[in-house]
């Protein structure tokens, strides 16, 4: 069997997952986490500061300066919970929007393009392929983390 760690290696590479920047949208150089938060934030509905790092397994503390960055640049925004005013509600703001809308376009402009390399059948293995991997990863004691984590 190939040594799976280079598949993965390879794979991360390709992807653009070790670049500092991921994508440029709307003038702005946003980095791979800040384009997940905004991703998070898009398919949420209306979702505290709180869950939006649970659903990325990242420490609040890292987190919150990443949020605080994306407000600065007047992507999202952060009010408070009418219910509770110690919880922070983030949504986008309409250049967010834009931003989220662009990565999402670029992304997909990717995927096809990867995609079209491929005929229908290997296209449909590839990505049950991935839907069974995180489905395993998901079960996995050591979800979320990184290994040594």
Avoid: W
């Avoid at 987190?63 to 605080?68: L, N």
């Amino acid at each position: 069997m190939e040594n799976v760690r280079e598949l993965f290696q390879i794979m991360t590479r390709r992807f653009g997952f070790l670049n500092k920047n991921c994508c440029s949208a709307g003038g702005f150089d946003i980095s791979l986490v800040q384009s997940h938060i905004l991703y998070e934030i898009d398919h949420q509905h209306k979702p505290s500061i709180q869950q939006v790092a649970d659903a990325l397994g990242t420490d609040i503390t890292t987190f919150s300066r990443q949020v605080q960055s994306l407000i600065k640049m007047n992507l999202i925004k952060k009010v408070p919970d009418p219910d509770d005013r110690r919880v922070y509600i983030l949504s986008l703001t309409t250049e967010g929007k834009y931003v989220a809308a662009t990565i999402d376009q670029q992304m997909n402009a990717y995927l096809n393009e990867v995609f079209s390399h491929m005929n229908d059948f290997e296209k449909e293995t590839v990505i049950r392929s991935i839907q069974l991997l995180n489905e395993a990863m998901a079960k996995s004691s050591q979800c979320c983390t990184t290994p040594l984590g």
